[in-house]
């Protein structure tokens, strides 16, 4: 195997952080592809230029996602590389692993590619970077023969994610975890099988903290709320007080509704103006806790900036119960996928097209009521759907003002 000098990368290693240059260097000194790769990354800090080609589909059969073509503009000199395809394994929910189930993946990445992984990926899979197109069909039939699969790639529904939820974390007010296996199964045609014009993600966050970021980073956010009140416990409080927390200066005067007020023995929330956003309670843990009936509010159309600059998504269905079997989801995610076929140019994510036609007209085709937590910013007017019989009266009162000369509430 030729050995590498990498005098720039070994730079990298430096530092009291974990390095991947470590990482890279350990899978070199067993595996070709790998050891081309570190050869190849030197190269490129030397010379200031990156020499991946990347994009396209390289399938396997009967799917046309989930593989990432990956090309070295250098075959000659690092022949390993010259196909270092990216492999994307829809990863269990809430990234829970037993030891076994990781080996078993980690001796397939061995076998079948450069031995090192990305875990895990933005959308949320499990990554192999690297390996060659004639080891990918016989890695999907290892990997599917023990139970896996391909995650989505290209203009299809991408692996849909969610946060560790009820897991782990008492904040959850739905199962993420049963709802991103659940819709994971039913959508198994459109995340194979790239049909859409652009690419479609759906993050499961059990609460406004979005550990998976999905307010950022999904077209579809499902962010878990909840209706009741939220509960104080007011020595649980005072002991954060007696403890140090400043409670005005990093509660109170955080909350963006300006709805809590505290002074120094009590403190009180006016529910009716919370917005749920979940600060407080992550701030006084064990004090407080949201009770009531639980759900999930649905945001549509963030994404990173590519055509239009980066967009949050946006609520259109302030409060939905997330429990099986997700009819009610399952049935606006079609609806909005209809639409956006109709209304869409290739590589337009829908969060742009909304932009472009206009949230009402994608409400109206969706058939989602107006709601006042539909507004896109604070301070900003919410939906109002005039009908005809509307439009009528106002021309009638528009008269009457222009006949008395008087202004008519
Ligand atoms: Fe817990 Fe909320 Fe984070 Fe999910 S998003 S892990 S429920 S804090
Ligand atoms: Fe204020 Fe947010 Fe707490 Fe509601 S959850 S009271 S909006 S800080």
Known sequence: MKKYDTPLLDELEKGPFPSFVKEIKKAAAKNEMANDELGQLEYSFKTNRGYWKHGGIVGVLGYGGGVIGRYSDLPDMFPEVKFFHTVRINQPSGWFYTTKALRELMDLCDTYGSGITNMHGSTGDLVFLGARTEDLEPLFAELTSR?????????????????????????ANYDTLEACYQITQEFQDELHRPAFNYKYKIKFAGCAVDCVASIARADCSVIGTWKGPILIDQDAVRWHEKK????????????????ISYDGKELKINNDECNRCMHCITRLHKALK???????????????????????????????????????FKELTRKMWDWWDENSHPRERIGEVIEMKGMRSFLEAIGVPPFPQQIKEPRKDPFFFFTEGDIERFKKREEEEKKTGKFIF
Not at 290 to 316: D, F, N, Q, Y
């Open 244 to 259: 140090g927390m400043d409670i005005n200066r990093e509660v109170v005067d955080m909350c963006p509704t300006q709805c």
């Open 290 to 328: 949201p009770s009531g009936e639980r759900g999930a509010t649905i945001c549509i159309g963030s994404k990173a900036p590519i055509v239009v600059g980066s967009l949050l998504s946006w609520v259109i269905v302030p409060f939905m119960k997330m429990e099986p079997p997700y009819t009610e």
């Open 147 to 171: 139970g896996w699969d391909l995650g989505g790639s290209g203009s299809a529904l991408r692996t849909p994610s969610c946060c560790v939820g009820p897991a782990r974390c008492e904040w």
